[in-house]
């Protein structure tokens, strides 16, 4: 190839390169600026939950927190455990925490003076970890750590690639296998009872619990622990962690609490009370 | 022409395939009919004015979509109203939300949507208002 | 070049035609997944990879096992390999093709697949694998198109050609090596949690790729004037053997690490591979068979005289190819969700829907291949006059 035609052509690639460099340069700076939170917004500089496993255990059949959030979030109900999503629900104790319960040469037989825990029910959740492995891979920063601890998800951008569901090591993500009420326009999706102050999912996305971020915007508490303090028996508890006068500090100092999976180093912020 | 036959052909394939916009749609009836988007009865203004909304809704939109959700913020400040705080929300109808005022998805988005053919995607996942049925 | 693609033999046109065909059902298949979104799969909740991603990893392998013809042929100046070269970069430039759909089709939402490069991640793993992947197709298109267009023209190829072949030698070990940093980063899987993972990867990828290649140029050599010499083939065969070795070799090492030190975490997963769980035992026929497979390949592959003789090549390959594929195209991902982080057992298989997509790619693969190949052939052919 002769001089200038190569050199026209490396300058024609170099130009294409800066000019999709400026261009997105140049729109993420647009009219972003300017915007501030909500008036009353709840803030803090570490969100995290307590779980009483006593008090929640004792009311059988309890499932308000479960059905608040999903009803708040627009989180179908369906049928099929495979394509089931869920951002709360119960499990029993030696699913929550297996490696109490795990052994081999007969110990699952021999552990049952700890019958009493082993199928107790836990409500089990996103554990908003300090080093969460589900943001760690995702390509697209779809979800990502807030400063306030909260991991976020953004629907949007999600490209459905499912990596951060493999990299859960509590099972706490949910992907929507199908639209999940019924295709967009369709008579399912208009008969469906909808919360209009937040919005459904399409399919192919991941959601998970985002403890409440938008209602936290807006000065209130999730949901879960809202209606368990008010129609229950106020076994959730969420606040500040590194505020030593909150209440979730309060009950730290007093109780025995667990994490699942501690060991893991994802540092999970939901702690149990057992 | 050699393989004369075989050129035609192609070329008469050929201005089908590319003519397709422009025969296709002449099936869909709404060709032509002018959108007449209805304006919310009882406001004055939008968050901007007309002009810009025209022009931008997408972009403001994109740009609502990243501050809520990505940078947590929740207020927009008006530009062509200096003072005027609003909700960055589309279809929240418990805020000052797009849908609040524009309440009717068939009678106002969508007389401009169809007429240009675009489905924007929002409505996969954000709740329709009710002033639809 | 393309267009001695374009004239052949009855035959030739016969396997075009097939690979068109199944092309066509499996994007058919494909359409009714876009449109009704995951749910046809058989993949869950659980089990959030599974065919797609498993092919994905096998044909990774593939990809990257051009490395053993190019590294003895450029860098070690092999002239033996000298015929087999471009038949193994254009068997390489169809595997990381399927690869690339298989990425595609196991997206949730396929057309924000740009998102990735949008917003860079590089804390991201699959950001990376996409990126190699890429540069791989990159590497193996240029490289083939300029060696063998100057051969073609019966010219030394250009000067600047051979570094850029001396990357392609670390690039394929490094496609191979960040697909299985897809695995083994996750402190959620322990079954994948293992250093040895990538040794693995590219010790079973170094057997099935040349062992496919033999394959294939055996069946060339059958139907065409085009002989890639028996001396490269056995070669070959000799490199399918030490890695079939080494990969039988690394998944004992697993067993040991795993049932020595009696983690019951870890040994969930081999339980329910081989033995199943509670009754629930879908992929024990697989495992077994993939064993025994293995068990033949080998003694097929290191027995000289059963390796060098005219039924023992051909069956040796084709064992070896076939236990590899149940390793990693059906069993090591779906194996490291089950059981699932809470201890439960859930299963599963791929439906027809999903196996009619895969066979869609991999008909496309095969429909690249076989033009690669006729082009390749009608070349050399026409050069030896």
Known sequence: MDESRRCFLKTAGASIVGMGVGASAVTALADALGDTPYLGAKTAKRWAMVID??????????????????????????????????????????????????????????????????????????????????????????????????????????????????GCPYGSRSFNWKDPFGKPGSEERKNAKLDPSFPTRTKGVVEKCNFCAERLAKGMMPACVETCAKEGPGSLTFGDLADSESEVAAILKQAYTIRRKAALGTSPHIFYVV | MYNGGKIIAGIVIFIVLVTFPIWFSFSNESLGKKPEPKKPVGYEHCVEDTAYMKAFHM??????????????????????????????????????????????????????????????????????????? | MIEKALSGSPKYWALIFFWLVFMGLGAFAFLGQYQDGLQVTGLSRDVPWGFYIAQLTFLVGIAASAVMVVLPYYLHDYKAFGKLAILGEFLAIPAVLMCMLFVLVDMGQTARIANMFIYITPNSVMFWDASVLMGYLGLNIVISQVTFGAERKGIAPPKWIRPIIILSIPWAVSIHTVTAFLYSGHAARPFWMSAILAPRFLASAFAAGPALLILLCLVVRKQTKYDPGMKALHKLSEIVAYAMAASVFFILLEIFTVFYSGIPEHIHHFQYMYMGIDGKAALAPWMWTSSVLAIVALVLLLVPRYRKSRMGLPIACVATIASLWIE?????????????????????MPTGQELMISFGIYAFGGLVLTVLYKVAISVREGLQG
Not at chain 1, 128 to 139: A, E, F, Q
Not at chain 2, 59 to 66: G, Q, T
Request: charged share 25%; aromatic share 10%; glycine share 6%.
């Open chain 2, 59 to 133: 972009d403001l939109l994109n740009n609502w979509r990243d501050s809520v959700v990505r940078d947590g913020k929740g207020l927009y400040h008006s530009k062509a109203f200096k003072g005027e705080t609003y909700p960055m929300s589309l279809s929240d109808t418990t805020v000052q939300s797009c849908m609040t005022c524009h309440s009717n998805k068939a009678d106002f988005c969508d007389q401009c949507h169809n007429y240009v053919g675009v489905t924007p995607y929002c409505w996969d996942c954000h709740v329709e208002p009710k002033g639809n049925q």
């Open chain 3, 328 to 348: 990693k195209g059906m069993s090591l991902v779906v194996a490291g969700f089950v059981p699932n982080p809470l201890g439960q057992v859930i299963e599963y």
């Open chain 1, 53 to 166: 496993t006593r008090s929640c255990a004792e009311t059988k059949g309890c499932t308000k927190c479960m059905d608040a959030c999903h009803r708040v979030h627009n989180v179908p109900t369906i049928e099929d455990p495979r394509h089931e999503v869920k951002w709360i629900w119960k499990e029993p104790f030696r699913h929550a925490f297996p490696s109490m319960f795990e052994g081999t040469h007969g110990y699952e037989d021999r552990v049952q003076p700890l019958d009493w825990l082993k199928d107790r029910d836990v409500m089990v959740l996103c554990n908003h970890c300090d080093n969460p492995p589900c943001v760690r891979v995702c390509p697209t920063q779809a979800t990502w750590k807030r400063e306030d601890g909260i991991v976020m998800m953004d629907m949007h951008r999600c490209i459905g690639c499912r990596f951060c569901v493999v």
